[in-house]
């Protein structure tokens, strides 16, 4: 099976894709609402929280383990494939959502301006810096931290007046940078990716993350054949909570746009 991390709904926005793209395989999906967000937690209890959800999903079965939170990508994951699984898991692998992403904007960008959105938590560690500027180094690089959007999502507040005009207050500094790329560092931003765009203009490449992670696993497969033969493929979908079930299942839907029929609740 493939595992599915977030800490919250945000990652469904990843696994709606990967069942666009590649619907025949099995996945789990781990939640951690109950200890949400991850993005105002210090990073050595991101990284505890990080470690035993894989070690959950690893438990489960899966074979392959994607972190969509995109703070737990950028504040554990390397720890997590450097030292957790080679003393644990070490026919296991676990993936991020940030390089892929970085590979894909670098790759579009036309004028090498790119702007990053973000929770405080991704912004202020500087990941999507560093990992752009490994790929170039001639990057001008804008980021901005964006706190209230995450809370508006899942209020169900997107549609309204205040949410855009905090939205377009969040954007104002990086149009006014000009940039001609800009990276959804969020997995909950997808849900808002056309009034993104429509802020931004149509001169803006706005990167959504999900999309990319779902096209990137489908090349990791193809070329990986000893972890690919291991997954089974029947597309079954397995939910899991470590908060309220019902609340799970009404907010998920928003996020995977369709309805969840059952969800397994799990203390981590």
Not at 79 to 101: D, F, M
Request: net charge positive; with cysteine.
């Amino acid at each position: 099976m493939i595992g599915v991390f977030d800490s919250g709904f945000g990652g469904l926005t990843v696994l709606k894709e990967f069942l666009r793209l590649l619907p025949e395989y099995d996945y789990i999906y781990l939640g951690d609402n109950a200890r949400a967000p991850y993005g105002d937690k210090s990073d050595e209890a991101i990284y505890n929280y990080t470690k035993e959800a894989v070690d959950f999903l690893f438990k489960q079965g899966c074979e392959l383990v994607i972190i969509a939170c995109h703070t737990a990508s950028s504040k554990a994951l390397r720890k997590i494939q450097q030292e957790y699984l080679p003393k644990n898991y070490p026919e296991s692998r676990v993936l991020g959502v940030v390089a892929p992403t970085v590979e894909e904007a670098v790759k579009l960008s036309r004028y090498h301006k790119l702007g990053v959105i973000g929770t405080t938590a991704t912004i202020n560690s500087g990941v999507y810096k560093k990992e752009l500027e490994k790929l170039r180094s001639d990057l001008e690089i804008y980021q901005q931290a964006c706190p209230l959007l995450v809370p508006l999502i899942e209020e169900g507040w997107i549609k309204k007046p205040e949410a855009r005009m905090i939205l377009k207050k969040y954007l104002q500094p990086l149009k006014i940078k000009q940039i001609d790329t800009l990276i959804l560092g969020c997995t909950h931003y997808p849900l808002m990716i056309k009034d993104i765009s429509r802020l931004m203009g149509k001169n803006v490449k706005v990167i959504n993350p999900a999309a990319i992670a779902a096209e990137k696993l489908s090349g990791y497969l193809k070329r990986h054949e000893e972890i690919e033969k291991k997954l089974e493929k029947n597309g079954k979908l397995v939910f899991y909570t470590t908060d309220d079930i019902e609340k799970f299942k009404n907010f998920g839907k928003k996020f995977l746009g369709g309805n969840i029929e059952e969800v397994k609740k799990t203390n981590l």
